[in-house]
Antibody, heavy 121, light 107 residues
C-alpha cells in the first residue's frame, strides 16, 4: 500500500524557515517524480514544486522560486521542502504527492494527508 | 500559465442524481486533464486521468470526457460518499494548474 506521510509543519514568524518532510512507502520511491502542492485555508490547490526521480530536474512555482528548495533522499525514501523567507501568504496545508512518471508531470496518483504551515507573528 | 475554470463552483444534489461538472482551459491542452476528489481534512484523491481514464479502484459511476479546452466529470448516480470538492488539473504545461473546485453538497 502506498503511503505518504508529511511532517515538519508548524507556526513560524514571517521571514523564518521551515523544512517539511514526506516519508514514502509502498512503492519504488526513486523512479517517480514527487510533487509538493499547497492549499491555503478555505482555498483551492496550488502546485508548488516538482522533483524528478533522480533529483536531476526541479521546478518551482513563481510564487516560491528563490525561497523554497525541493530535494529528496532516495536512500531514505524521503522528500523534503526547505522553505526560507516565509511570508504570511505561504500559510497553507502542504501536501506531498507522487507522480505517475519519472520526469514529466502526468498526474498525481497518491497524496499524503498534509501538514499545516502557519506564518504569523 | 494556463487558467482552468470550473463550473459550477458549488451544487446541491440528492443521492441518486446524475451530476456533471465542467472544466474549461484557457488554451488547448489536448487530453492532459485530470480530476481529483477532496474530502474535508484529507488529501485529494485521483479519480480520472488523461481526461477519460478511470484510476484503479475508482467506482465506475465516475466518468470523464472532453479534449482541447472543454472537459466534464460526470457522476452517474450520486452516492453518499461522493459529497466532496472536485478539482480539475491540467498537466499539458508547467506549471500544472488546478481549477477552483466544485463543492458537491447534499440537497
Amino acid at each position: 500500500e502506498v503511503q505518504l506521510l508529511e511532517s515538519g509543519g508548524g507556526l513560524v514568524q514571517p521571514g523564518g524557515s521551515l523544512r517539511l518532510s514526506c516519508a514514502a512507502s509502498g512503492f519504488t520511491f526513486s523512479i517517480y517524480a514527487m510533487i509538493w502542492v499547497r492549499q491555503a485555508p478555505g482555498k483551492g490547490l496550488e502546485w508548488v514544486s516538482t522533483i524528478s526521480g533522480s533529483s536531476g530536474s526541479t521546478n518551482y512555482a513563481d510564487s516560491v522560486k528563490g525561497r523554497f528548495t525541493v530535494s529528496r533522499d532516495n536512500s531514505k525514501n524521503t522528500l523534503y521542502l526547505q522553505m526560507n523567507s516565509l511570508r504570511a501568504e505561504d500559510t497553507a496545508v502542504y501536501y506531498c504527492a507522487k507522480d505517475r512518471d519519472n520526469t514529466v508531470v502526468t498526474y498525481f496518483d497518491y497524496w499524503g494527508q498534509g501538514t499545516l504551515v502557519t506564518v504569523s507573528s | 500559465d494556463i487558467q482552468m475554470t470550473q463550473s459550477p463552483s458549488s451544487l446541491s444534489a440528492s443521492v441518486g442524481d446524475r451530476v456533471t461538472i465542467t472544466c474549461r482551459a484557457s488554451q488547448s491542452i489536448s487530453t492532459y486533464l485530470n480530476w481529483y476528489q477532496q474530502k474535508p481534512g484529507k488529501g485529494p484523491k485521483l479519480l480520472i486521468y488523461a481526461a477519460s481514464s478511470l484510476q484503479s479502484g475508482v467506482p465506475s459511476r465516475f466518468s470523464g470526457s472532453g479534449s482541447g479546452t472543454d472537459f466534464s466529470l460526470t457522476i452517474s448516480s450520486l452516492q453518499g460518499e461522493d459529497f466532496a470538492t472536485y478539482y480539475c488539473q491540467q498537466t499539458f504545461t508547467t506549471p500544472p494548474t488546478f481549477g477552483g473546485g466544485t463543492k458537491v453538497e447534499i440537497k
